[in-house]
């Protein structure tokens, strides 16, 4: 019997936030194609009070995508941004909200390297950072950048551990992902520490469970039905509970996300994600991404896109 409910409070009885974050993927198209657009909608963002902004990674993507996944609906034109790379020219333009992935493919990166990047993202954005990370699912991406794409699950774990070690302070204490060196010194440590939000995109198996809970990272899982989501939401809050962790620490990220076929729908009219969103903070979100290309033709509407949701949140 589940013993940790998926309501809009905690288990503990505390109302949950209930809060917006703007996915920036391909959000230039808003503004003609330029970077510009990017950091225009960063900066409405900002000052509507969204909680965070996100992007997505893929390094490469080859061919393969399509075949792996019965057709990966983003044809191999569209643009990727370098997450950590365009999010520090957010936080450049931007003042309070908070700067994310969704995912980033951390097992991409060497660790030493991954870590400095999100203290560097860190201490430029004045500690706004929180990412998602995740493990990918194409094997060629990682064939590209030399990286081992067995056991991608277990490298993700062994990063998450490399970087607290070289965030909680020098010199770091030796671990395997960074050569078992004890004298590591990674100048500037983010502003956050060792406890910079971390969450994990990642589906819910039984090892999955346990690495989420025993880490004390989140869930940002992708797009799926409310119902599933729902119920993961459950299993992961039963698991704390178990674990003796409180299931109230668990950050948890829904998102709606539209597929360009559905984009390419707009004129026929896409609705409002609102309900959505209600239905993704009922089922145990605290924060749900949501994507405005199907809804704006010009970046001067997503003031009118982002206000009822961020007045729906309490913000």
Same mark, same amino acid.
């Given at each position: 019997?589940?013993t940790?409910?998926?309501?809009?409070? $905690?288990p503990?009885?505390?109302?949950?936030?209930?809060?917006?974050?703007?996915?920036?993927?391909?959000?230039?198209?808003?503004?003609?194609?330029?970077?510009?657009?990017?950091?225009?909608?960063?900066?409405?963002? $900002?000052?509507?009070?969204v909680?965070?902004?996100?992007?997505?990674?893929h390094?490469?993507?080859?061919?393969?995508?399509?075949?792996?996944?019965?057709?990966?609906?983003?044809?191999?034109?569209?643009?990727?941004?370098?997450?950590?790379?365009?999010?520090?020219?957010?936080?450049?333009v931007?003042?309070?909200?908070?700067?994310?992935?969704?995912?980033l493919?951390?097992?991409?990166?060497?660790?030493?390297?991954?870590?400095?990047?999100?203290?560097?993202?860190?201490?430029?954005?004045?500690?706004?950072?929180?990412?998602?990370?995740?493990?990918?699912?194409?094997?060629?991406?990682?064939?590209?950048v030399?990286?081992?794409?067995?056991?991608?699950?277990?490298?993700?774990?062994e990063?998450?551990?490399?970087?607290?070690?070289?965030?909680?302070?020098?010199?770091?204490?030796?671990?395997?992902?960074l050569?078992g060196?004890? $004298?590591?010194?990674?100048?500037?440590?983010?502003?956050?520490?060792?406890?910079?939000?971390?969450?994990?995109?990642?589906?819910?198996?039984?090892?999955?469970?346990?690495?989420?809970?025993?880490?004390?990272?989140?869930?940002?899982?992708?797009?799926?039905?409310?119902?599933?989501f729902a119920?993961?939401?459950?299993r992961?809050?039963?698991?704390c509970?178990?674990?003796?962790?409180?299931p109230?620490?668990?950050?948890?990220?829904?998102?709606?996300?539209?597929?360009?076929q559905?984009?390419?729908?707009?004129?026929?009219?896409?609705?409002?994600?609102?309900?959505?969103?209600?239905?993704?903070?009922?089922?145990?979100?605290?924060?749900?991404?949501?994507?405005?290309?199907?809804?704006?033709?010009?970046?001067?509407d997503?003031?009118?896109?982002?206000?009822?949701?961020?007045?729906?949140?309490?913000?």
């Amino acid at each position: 019997m589940s013993t940790a409910s998926p309501t809009a409070a $905690d288990p503990g009885g505390q109302p949950r936030p209930r809060r917006i974050a703007l996915n920036l993927m391909a959000i230039e198209h808003l503004a003609g194609g330029s970077f510009a657009g990017v950091l225009e909608a960063a900066r409405i963002a $900002d000052r509507l009070g969204v909680h965070r902004v996100v992007l997505p990674d893929h390094v490469v993507m080859s061919a393969q995508a399509h075949r792996e996944r019965d057709g990966f609906p983003y044809p191999l034109s569209a643009s990727w941004l370098e997450p950590l790379t365009a999010l520090a020219a957010v936080a450049g333009v931007t003042e309070r909200v908070r700067l994310g992935t969704n995912v980033l493919i951390a097992p991409l990166r060497p660790a030493a390297f991954l870590a400095k990047q999100l203290a560097t993202l860190d201490a430029i954005s004045g500690g706004r950072v929180e990412v998602a990370l995740g493990v990918g699912w194409q094997q060629a991406e990682y064939d590209a950048v030399g990286a081992a794409f067995a056991g991608r699950t277990s490298a993700l774990v062994e990063l998450v551990g490399a970087c607290r070690a070289l965030w909680g302070g020098a010199p770091a204490a030796a671990h395997p992902a960074l050569g078992g060196i004890d $004298d590591l010194h990674a100048q500037p440590l983010p502003p956050q520490g060792d406890r910079l939000p971390l969450s994990f995109g990642v589906g819910l198996g039984p090892r999955n469970v346990a690495r989420i809970v025993e880490l004390g990272v989140g869930w940002a899982p992708a797009p799926m039905p409310v119902d599933d989501f729902a119920a993961g939401v459950a299993r992961l809050r039963d698991a704390c509970v178990e674990a003796g962790r409180d299931p109230a620490s668990l950050a948890v990220t829904g998102a709606v996300t539209l597929l360009p076929q559905e984009v390419r729908a707009a004129e026929a009219g896409v609705p409002h994600p609102l309900a959505e969103v209600e239905a993704l903070w009922a089922a145990g979100a605290d924060t749900v991404v949501v994507h405005p290309l199907a809804h704006c033709e010009e970046l001067a509407d997503l003031p009118g896109f982002l206000e009822p949701l961020l007045a729906a949140g309490g913000a």
